[in-house]
């Protein structure tokens, strides 16, 4: 993408839903679906304005997520790059199948209970934004 500002976060779903209350149990999954629109061409390569010789600087995004618990201990989790696959029985067989449609996520299990806040960051070579 062409882009002359920094990333942009677009929310798409997360899976509170799935428990009572909306509320994640203690040690349950989190995952929060999102889409980034950035101007990294390699979406798999962390940002590195300096990278190391034969790797071309800038390439890359970093994307996290920053968790806060009740207790005001902050934790950073990592996002992933994720390829949504169409899953069928074909002749009896497990069939995967990429579709082409890709997405990012962020997966957590809180370790205590209580309300949790978080927010997503992103970098790449054209700065840095949060949701």
Known sequence: WAQSSSPTITWSSDNRNQYPNGQIPKFEKFESTFEITTVASNLQMPYDPTSPPGIIPGIGVNVNAIFTSPAGRAYTQPAFYY???????KGGQEWFYPTNQA??????????????QYYIK????SGMAQS
Do not use: N
């Open 83 to 89: 390829q949504e696959f169409d899953d069928q029985i």
């Open 103 to 116: 997405v990012w996520k962020i997966r957590f299990s809180p370790d205590e209970v209580g309300t949790w």
């Open 122 to 125: 992103a970098q790449d070579k």
